[in-house]
């Protein structure tokens, strides 16, 4: 009895047994979140290291490293420029020559952001293009107050040999032409990353 009900409706029982596998997939596939091995990703030991550098900002002549993209209709009476915004892709150099040996380029915008005093929000990536580093990035999201003898940056993640880093960076101007704007900044960079 039970066999021929089995067979008369098998087409029955195959498309639910189909259906009931087709949703437990599915269910599987497109599962939100998981928990992994950081072993798996090659997350073992965590290390700290530290970088130092000079970024090189020339906002004269034909080949300008930083350029003003856009601006509010206050910028040009505010005392700290509130509203200017500056795209650069400014060399890295192991020295603070503009001959020096360049490691990397810091790339990204900034922001006059304070009504009050001259500060900056930076957004911005380091690109690395020497030595075990060529490649790597790190982020940088953060405030500078360029007027500040020491600005400290946080460091939100990188790339490359930089992935899951964290850390700060310290920046120090080294020097700065007043009467052209080209900056010379001193950086000490301290990660965390595997």
Not at 147 to 157: D, F, H, K
């Amino acid at each position: 009895m039970v066999q021929q009900c089995v067979q008369k409706h098998k087409h029955v029982i195959f498309i639910i047994l189909l259906l009931f596998t087709t949703l437990l997939h599915q269910t599987q596939a497109h599962q939100f979140s998981k928990k992994l091995s950081q072993k798996g990703f090659g997350l073992e030991k965590e290390k700290l290291s530290h970088l130092h550098f000079y970024l090189q900002e020339i906002v004269t002549g034909d080949h300008p490293t930083a350029v003003r993209v856009a601006e509010a209709a206050v910028t040009n009476t505010s005392k700290t420029a509130f509203g200017a915004t500056v795209i650069l892709d400014d060399p890295l150099t192991v020295g603070p020559e503009i001959t020096s040996k360049i490691v990397g380029r810091a790339q990204g915008i900034y922001a006059f952001a304070d009504l009050s005093e001259s500060a900056l929000l930076m957004v911005l990536n380091y690109v690395f293009i020497e030595g075990k580093y060529n490649g790597s990035t790190l982020s940088i999201l953060g405030r500078n107050a360029p007027l500040t003898s020491v600005r400290e940056m946080p460091i939100v993640g990188g790339s490359g040999l930089f992935r899951f880093a964290r850390g700060y960076a310290l920046a120090k101007t080294h020097f700065f032409n007043v009467s052209n704007g080209d900056t010379v900044v001193e950086y000490n960079v301290y990660v965390l990353h595997y």
